[in-house]
Structures are given as C-alpha cells and as structure tokens.
C-alpha cells in the first residue's frame, strides 16, 4: 500500500483591505521580478504582529512599524528580499523611514483609509470588477484566502466607524522553499528550549502545552473596545491610532489561537536583554482575563520593578560613597522597595502618577542631554544617584536599560522561577512577574521574597492580580 504523506500548512491572518490592495498591483503586473506569493503575506505579517512588541508600551503611535534588518531579511527570505522590500515600498503597501547609515531601517503599515482609497482609484482607473474581488481567493497552488469569521459582524453607518475587522485567513502549504521562513522563528525556538537549562526546558513545554485564550470571547472584547473607543475620536489621528491598537490586539490573539498548529507560538530568549519572550509577553494586560483556567492562577508582579533593580547597581557604589550618597541610596532604596517610588516623583514634580510614570522614563531611558528640564528637578533631590546613572549611559544611553533588563532577567528567569520549577511549580511568566495557580500562591510568594531578599537585602512589596 502506497504510503500517504501528511501535508502541513502555515495559517496567517491578514487584513482584507491590504491583502487586496496587494493583489491587485500584482494582478495589474506591476511586478518586474519572479516573485512567491508567501514571501509579500510573510514580510506583511512580520510588520503586523511583532509591532505590538515595539508599541506595547505606547499605544498613542499612528502606524504600525517594526525594524527589519537588511541582514535579517536576507536570512529568512534569501537574496531576493530586496524586490519583494522594493515592491511593497514602491507600490505604497508598506512605506519606511529614512536610510541612516548604520541604522537599521523601519517599515510602517499606512492607515486603513490609504488601502481602501488607493484600490478604488485603481479599479476605476483599470475598470476592474469589483464583484470579482470582493470573493474569496483560491490562487497559486498550495495557497488558499478565505475570510475570517469575526465575532461582531454588525453592520456600521458612519464612515468613520468603519472596523478594520474584515480579515483574510491564509493558509499556505510548506514546502522545502517556503519552510526556512513560514515556520522557522516556530524551529528555532524548539531548538532554544531543547537546549535550555532544565527548569526553562520546563516552562517552554508547558507554555506551549497549556498557555490558551478563550478565543471568541477576547475576539469580542477587543470589537466592542473598538466600537466604544472609536465613537469618541475626533480626528484621523485618533481614528488611526484606534486602528492600530485593534489591529495589533486581534493579531496577537489570532496568533495564540491554534499556536502550535499554525507555528505561531512564541518562546524564546532574547539575545539583547536576556528575557524570556513569549505571546504572553507581547499580550495587552486587559487581554490576561481571557486566558484558559484564569480564574485560578495568580498574577503576581513586583512593584515598580524597572526602579527597584536599580538598587542592585547602587549596591555596587554603597560601600565606596561619602555620607550624601549613601542617604541618597537609603531613600532611593526605601521608596522603591515598597513599592511607592512614582509616589515619592509625585511629591517633587506635582504631576499624576501616570505622568511621573512618564518622567522616569525620561530620566533613567532617554539621552543625558535630552528632557533636562525634568531631570533638572530629580538631579536637585539625587545629585549622586543621577550621576550614577548618566555614566551608565554616557557611551550609549541604551546601555543603562539593557543593564537593568538583565538584572531582571537574572533574577527572576534564573532564580525565582528555577527555584518554582524545583518545587513543582511551572509559571507563565511575564518579565517581572509570574502567574501560577492560586492553589500555588503562598509557596511562590515565600520564593519570590527570598530569591529578592537575597539580592537587595530587603523584601520588596508583589502585588497581586
């Protein structure tokens, strides 16, 4: 008997209105160059899902972008990447910034209204039949467009409360061409948790195995969240911005859904920060509730997480210090270990505490010469503790985050949750917290304290979700 092989496939969820948009430059020939179908819903979705790793902590952005380096381009899709690069910006289905020399260059997603717009104009300039393609796509073998069934279907009046809910399901046949992009970020992270210490092995198994939404009901969310937030926007701007973040979100859930069949799940290590990147991790907190058996896991996360590691840095000058320091050092470490530093910014700035959320950033993230009138009131507090951190930033003011990541990394990946994992207890993780069962609460927290402890000499607060 003549032994059937078993064919596997690559679903990706892309927006309809640059889905056709792209369909139609291609069927009008404006491709000068052989070209693989995949590869143009490939780089597409590339920009699509991971710019809510970029925007995650700023949903105020007008566009979708992700960096996309030549060299990486090269790697997954081979040395034709730059006409498929080309077409797209040419043609005005992604568009990016300037060329810095050495900088890696940016590819952003136009608005909604572009892509509609812009496939009108030419179906009336090219007499196109609409009729033809507003139905499903069956084209190239191995691939298949159909539409994505969504939850909230209702049919909206105004223009500008158009939902960018109308999606494509692709799904692509692998190949031995198309496999080396299409599930390759999938392969590559099964090799990383192979070979991973034991108790990250763990977590990665049991993140794949178990770490699910419950699809319709996020789905639903994120439609009604749009349809509240849209009403109210008063301009574009705003009306992209909410596009944006929905797309993002129904991307990032559609992503979670069936993850381990469509390749889409995500667990690896980040070589720059040394963290731990999953979906979860890319996931909206609001988005949390939505996760299977939610209702008895435990969210606990250490307050004010980013300032709290800071204190491991100034351990480090502590003992070498004048008098003024160390008090600095004792203030700085007393607010943030109990969890009241934005608080603390709160009295010397006058501002909410979302703003002075804002003003740290400033001070510990941005250029040394850059936002001096805010760092200007934070420098007449803590003379010392600001210049400890203007030196870690001096050569390249990244630096002092990356630093601070890792400390994090550090303790958290290689010590609070190797010491779970030894006691039988495997947490999702996201970066400075950890969700495990409740059942499981007091043991993680008697853990999360100790591991702490260790490192700062004092316990700091965790709060829970």
Same mark, same amino acid.
Not at 411 to 440: M, S, W, Y
């Given at each position: 008997?003549?032994?059937?092989?078993?064919?596997?496939?690559?679903?990706?969820?892309?927006?309809?209105?640059?889905?056709? @948009?792209?369909?139609?430059?291609?069927?009008?020939?404006?491709?000068?160059?052989?070209?693989?179908?995949?590869?143009?819903?490939?780089?597409?979705?590339?920009?699509?899902?991971?710019?809510?790793?970029?925007?995650?902590?700023?949903?105020?952005?007008?566009?979708?972008?992700?960096?996309?380096?030549?060299?990486?381009?090269? $790697?997954? =899709?081979?040395?034709?990447?730059?006409?498929?690069?080309?077409?797209?910006?040419?043609?005005?289905?992604?568009?990016?910034?300037?060329?810095?020399?050495?900088?890696? $260059? =940016?590819?952003?997603?136009?608005?909604?209204?572009?892509?509609?717009?812009?496939?009108?104009?030419?179906?009336?300039?090219? &007499?196109?039949?609409?009729?033809?393609?507003?139905? !499903?796509?069956?084209?190239?073998?191995?691939?298949?467009?159909?539409?994505?069934?969504?939850? @909230?279907?209702?049919?909206? #009046?105004?223009?500008?409360?158009?939902? =960018?809910?109308?999606?494509?399901?692709?799904?692509?046949?692998?190949?031995?061409?198309?496999?080396?992009?299409?599930?390759?970020?999938?392969?590559?992270?099964?090799?990383?948790? @192979?070979?991973?210490?034991?108790?990250?092995?763990?977590?990665?198994?049991?993140?794949?195995?178990?770490?699910?939404?419950?699809?319709?009901?996020?789905?639903?969310?994120?439609?009604?969240?749009?349809?509240?937030?849209?009403?109210?926007?008063?301009?574009?701007?705003?009306? &992209?911005?909410?596009?944006?973040?929905?797309?993002?979100?129904?991307?990032?859930?559609?992503?979670?859904?069936?993850?381990?069949? @469509?390749?889409?799940?995500?667990?690896?290590?980040?070589?720059?920060?040394?963290?731990?990147?999953?979906?979860?991790?890319?996931?909206?907190?609001?988005?949390?509730?939505?996760?299977?058996? =939610?209702? #008895?896991?435990?969210?606990?996360?250490?307050? &004010?997480?980013? !300032?709290?590691?800071?204190?491991? *840095?100034?351990?480090?000058?502590?003992?070498?210090? &004048?008098?003024?320091?160390?008090?600095?050092?004792?203030?700085?470490?007393?607010?943030?270990?109990?969890?009241?530093?934005?608080?603390?910014?709160?009295?010397?700035?006058?501002?909410?505490?979302?703003?002075?959320?804002?003003?740290?950033?400033?001070?510990?993230?941005?250029?040394?010469?850059?936002?001096?009138?805010?760092?200007?009131?934070?420098?007449?507090?803590? !003379?010392?503790?600001?210049?400890?951190?203007?030196?870690?930033?001096?050569?390249?003011?990244?630096?002092?985050?990356?630093?601070?990541?890792?400390?994090?990394?550090?303790?958290?990946?290689?010590?609070?949750?190797?010491?779970? *994992?030894?006691?039988?207890?495997?947490?999702?993780? *996201?970066?400075?917290?950890?969700?495990?069962?409740?059942?499981?609460?007091?043991?993680?927290?008697?853990?999360?304290?100790?591991?702490?402890?260790?490192?700062?000499?004092?316990? !700091?607060?965790?709060?829970?979700?």
């Amino acid at each position: 008997m003549k032994r059937t092989s078993y064919k596997k496939y690559r679903t990706i969820h892309l927006p309809k209105v640059i889905v056709d @948009n792209l369909l139609l430059k291609l069927h009008l020939g404006f491709a000068d160059f052989d070209y693989n179908l995949e590869v143009f819903f490939s780089i597409i979705n590339e920009v699509i899902t991971k710019s809510s790793i970029y925007n995650k902590q700023n949903e105020k952005y007008l566009y979708q972008f992700i960096p996309l380096d030549s060299r990486f381009l090269k $790697t997954k =899709y081979g040395n034709s990447y730059s006409n498929y690069i080309r077409f797209l910006v040419n043609q005005g289905i992604i568009w990016n910034d300037n060329y810095y020399a050495g900088k890696t $260059t =940016y590819y952003y997603l136009h608005h909604i209204d572009y892509y509609i717009e812009n496939t009108n104009k030419l179906n009336i300039l090219y &007499n196109i039949n609409k009729e033809i393609l507003h139905s !499903p796509y069956c084209f190239q073998k191995g691939i298949t467009i159909t539409y994505l069934n969504t939850i @909230n279907n209702k049919k909206i #009046d105004h223009q500008k409360n158009r939902i =960018y809910n109308d999606w494509y399901q692709i799904k692509i046949l692998i190949d031995l061409k198309n496999k080396s992009y299409l599930t390759s970020s999938y392969e590559k992270d099964s090799v990383f948790i @192979n070979n991973a210490p034991k108790h990250i092995k763990k977590m990665g198994s049991h993140f794949r195995k178990y770490f699910k939404l419950h699809h319709e009901e996020a789905l639903r969310f994120i439609e009604n969240q749009y349809r509240t937030n849209i009403a109210f926007t008063l301009t574009d701007n705003d009306s &992209n911005r909410i596009n944006q973040k929905y797309t993002s979100r129904l991307s990032s859930v559609l992503a979670i859904h069936n993850g381990k069949i @469509n390749k889409t799940l995500k667990f690896s290590k980040n070589k720059a920060n040394n963290r731990i990147d999953t979906n979860l991790t890319f996931l909206a907190s609001e988005l949390r509730q939505f996760i299977v058996g =939610y209702e #008895d896991m435990v969210y606990l996360d250490l307050k &004010n997480s980013q !300032p709290v590691m800071l204190n491991i *840095v100034l351990k480090e000058h502590y003992k070498d210090v &004048n008098t003024a320091l160390r008090l600095e050092i004792e203030d700085y470490c007393k607010h943030t270990t109990q969890g009241v530093w934005y608080e603390r910014l709160q009295e010397l700035y006058g501002k909410t505490r979302d703003e002075c959320k804002d003003i740290w950033m400033c001070i510990a993230y941005s250029k040394n010469e850059n936002y001096l009138q805010e760092k200007n009131i934070f420098k007449k507090c803590y !003379p010392g503790i600001n210049a400890i951190i203007e030196y870690y930033k001096k050569k390249n003011h990244a630096d002092f985050s990356v630093k601070l990541t890792k400390i994090e990394s550090s303790i958290f990946i290689d010590g609070i949750c190797r010491e779970l *994992v030894n006691q039988g207890i495997i947490p999702f993780t *996201v970066h400075d917290a950890v969700i495990v069962p409740k059942k499981d609460k007091e043991k993680t927290l008697e853990i999360m304290r100790a591991v702490l402890k260790k490192h700062l000499g004092v316990a !700091p607060v965790i709060s829970e979700e």
